[in-house]
């Protein structure tokens, strides 16, 4: 059996909170956000007590044209000085940066340069050599690092066996749990956990967990991995995220009992910022073929479409994922 | 630590689904279903290999009116043989009784001459003794029955052992542990059914479990609650409920393993009825009030009220629920 962490009435003083709402988010809104809309998320972390912001993605410009994305898909050192200036707060600042898709040696500056604190690197489990490569220059930069192994529940243990044994002797701080297509449920999350867990034990390396809400476990995940002793939580606002959307930042610090955290200002930012995005037509969140790919651990990429195109022929739509 | 009962890879033959769409849904469109909707729905949970179909509430005509709840707040004998013949099928059909509520002396008619398999006998914590009477009631009648606990997030555990050696003693045939507000966790789900379980031990009783959606826990509380030893499920055709909605049944049949049952006739009852009901305006499921009083425990009649009322003012709103 594995050992829970904590109780319903305790303080858990490892866990730190990173809202992923630009980056994940922009996943849905091609990281259009208006500049007011980012300030004010911003503020609003600050006052809630979040420990980690994430701007966005630090994409490759030669890969990805700066007139189909909004700014946050590059996420520029400039641009997120013109948000946060010098960021003198407790808060820390991260850009994810996908192996394959960020021209890292050139685009990530010296940690003194920037006002990033942390570089976040996303990788499939059969990119983890130029992973490596990426946090180890990044480390070498003086930026935190993590490393967000993607479709977990597609991953061999054999495979993350291998995966763990290169990250503990590489300058990483957490490795992330990352349900990308929102497969798992709470029994399995436990067990991803107490394996990344045992396999950087020793090393004081975290865990992470960054979970999708297909089958609406998004949010029960992600306590449920952090009762086993991920520390590192990713919620976005209103759960705000590719496809079914992610963690809820709201149920997230409600739950959490850290008098650091407060509830209001997310609730006050729901009202005034994420409504109208709702209002606009921007669309994410749980529905049926997000379960359905869920299921079945599939990309969501097929639900999207579906729900984009207002398609509610679930039962083709199911025997067609099958197939 | 709890034991955990089965894998991911296997199948927990004790375990059993109960539908109750149209009794949980009826509390959000006041049990107006049309005839063919019912008839549909008994024909998708036959096909669908669901072990319980509920029918609604049995309430006592002099305390509610029919001008103002459709017939299945009532669910005679002769309005579910009207749908149902004599339900030669293996599955069983239940109704729910509440206490204080059903003049089950009068109303709950001999086995032998009703369509109903079992009667769900519901109660608050501070009203066993009747809730036992209305049980030893309906067992001598020839029915199979349950006792379920309301709000159990606000009984007391010696409340509780004190009700579980009432219902030890009875004919009940398996005990609820019904998170009614919608405010547990699954690290608090686990805890309680293995204290139900632990309660009943030696009687041969069952634990059952019925969740509420409001932390989006509903789907992941009741797994959760099945891992640890629960093994007659409630759920709902996307998730209809009262506030938050329930359990989705969809979600519960995707993630069981036993070939019996089967989830395309759910989709295909989706798409067709399902559909209709959100489009005519019946509202249900996951919104930010009812997440505030799931956070603070409470019923959730003030976020209903709220979200009837489109008020988005969350701040003010959990304020107010504060005071």
Redesign the interface.
């Known amino acids: ?1 594995i ?2 962490k904590g ?2 009435m305790s303080v858990r003083e490892d866990a730190q909170v990173l809202d992923a709402t630009i980056r994940d988010g922009g996943l849905v809104n091609d990281f259009y956000f208006e500049d007011a809309f980012v300030r004010a998320l911003y503020e609003m972390n600050l006052a809630a007590g979040v420990d980690y912001m994430e701007f966005g993605y630090r994409a490759d410009k030669r890969q990805f044209s700066v007139d189909k994305f909004g700014k946050w898909k590059f996420s520029s050192d400039e641009d997120i000085r013109a948000i946060v200036g010098d960021n003198d707060t407790d808060m820390k600042i991260s850009v994810m940066a996908d192996v394959g898709r960020c021209d890292y040696k050139k685009d990530i500056h010296k940690k003194s340069e920037s006002p990033v604190d942390m570089i976040r690197v996303a990788t499939y489990i059969n990119t983890m050599p130029e992973a490596v490569a990426m946090i180890e220059d990044a480390a070498d930069k003086g930026y935190e690092t993590t490393c967000n192994i993607m479709a977990v529940s597609k991953c061999k243990e054999s495979d993350l066996t291998y995966a763990l044994e290169m990250l503990a002797k590489s300058p990483v701080k957490a490795v992330y749990v990352v349900d990308s297509y929102g497969a798992l ?4 999350i436990r067990d991803i956990v107490h394996f990344y867990a045992q396999g950087l034990e020793g090393t004081g390396k975290l865990v992470g967990i960054h979970a999708h ?1 297909n ?7 992600t ?2 991995g952090m ?1 086993v002793g991920a520390s590192m939580m990713d919620g976005t606002v ?1 759960g705000m995220g590719r496809g079914a959307g992610n963690c ?1 930042l ?2 997230l610090l ?2 959490l009992k850290n008098p650091k955290y407060d ?2 200002p997310v ?2 930012f ?2 005034h910022y994420m ?1 109208k995005l709702k209002e606009d037509g921007v669309v994410w969140g ?1 529905d ?1 073929p997000y ?2 790919t869920g ?1 079945v651990d599939q990309h969501p990429r097929t639900a999207i479409a579906a729900v984009k195109a207002g398609d ?4 083709d739509f ?2 067609e994922i099958w197939d």
Chains 1, 2 share one sequence.
């Open positions: 059996m050992q829970i109780s319903m449920y709470p029994i399995q809400n089958q609406q476990c998004a949010f029960a995940n306590i449920e009762s209103m809820s709201e149920g409600g739950f509830l209001p609730l006050s729901i009202e409504l749980y049926i379960l359905l299921l509610t022929k679930y039962l199911y025997n």
